[in-house]
Structure formats: C-alpha cells, structure tokens
C-alpha cells in the first residue's frame, strides 16, 4: 500500500475562516477584527524582519517560538507551520536565515491576502 500524502496546510486556520464568515458577526466587530489582523499582520512582518542572521541560533529560536505563537493564536495556519519547521529545526545556520525569511514574507502575503479577500467578499 502507498503512503497517503499529507493534506496541505491551509493558509488560514479553519476557525479564523469560520469566525470570519460568521453571520452573527456586526459590521462593527468584522471592522475591529480587521484592524486588529492588520495590527497583528504589521507585528509578524516585523518580527520575521527582527529575525537576523547576526542573532545567535538560541536567540533566533525563541523569536521564532514567539513567532510561532503569535501567528498559531491568529490562524494564520501555514506561516505558524512554517516557523514551527524552523525553530524545529534549532533556527538554522546564519547562512539560510535569508531564505527562511523569504519564505516566511510570502506566507504571510499570501495569509494577508486571503484574509483581506475573505473580508472583501463580506463587502
């Protein structure tokens, strides 16, 4: 029998989608939510930019915890997956630091603009 493929990782947590979508949510609290994913979203660009070759791994893996936190509490499901790989990974050496933060900067573009999709359909 061959393996079964793991399913993908959605971009957005099932959870946030469905909160999102929500019919009991007002105008009002669809514009507070999505202040605060901006806020939030502004918060992990920032951070993935604090992630610097020049950190030491041990610095670097517990940015990447918070990081990882951060984004898992906000359903962004495959940025959370991705850091997690990363802190897992013991934070890499300083020479792969700039393509994991390249990766990490698309996840979350690709998050923001399903987020910001999501609420654009809601009108």
């Known amino acids: 029998m061959a393996p079964t493929a793991t399913p993908?990782?959605?971009?957005?947590?099932?959870?946030?989608?469905?909160?999102?979508?929500?019919?009991?949510?007002t105008p009002d609290?669809?514009?507070?939510?999505?202040k605060l994913y901006a806020n939030m979203l502004a918060r992990a660009f920032q951070s993935v930019d604090a992630l610097r070759a020049d950190?030491?791994?041990?610095?670097?893996?517990?940015?990447?915890?918070?990081l990882k936190g951060m984004l898992g509490n906000f359903g962004f499901a495959a940025a959370a997956a991705a850091?997690?790989?990363?802190e897992h990974a013991g934070?890499?050496?300083?020479?792969?630091?700039?393509?994991?933060?390249?990766?990490?900067?698309?996840l979350l573009e690709q998050s923001k603009a399903e987020l910001f999709r999501l609420y654009s359909w809601l009108g």
Do not use: Y
């Open 8 to 25: 993908p990782i959605l971009l957005l947590n099932q959870k946030l989608v469905d909160s999102i979508c929500s019919e009991d949510t």
């Open 29 to 34: 609290e669809q514009g507070k939510t999505r």
């Open 55 to 66: 950190l030491t791994m041990e610095e670097r893996v517990r940015a990447l915890h918070q």
């Open 83 to 86: 850091v997690q790989e990363w």
């Open 91 to 106: 934070g890499t050496p300083a020479d792969d630091v700039a393509r994991r933060k390249e990766q990490l900067r698309i």
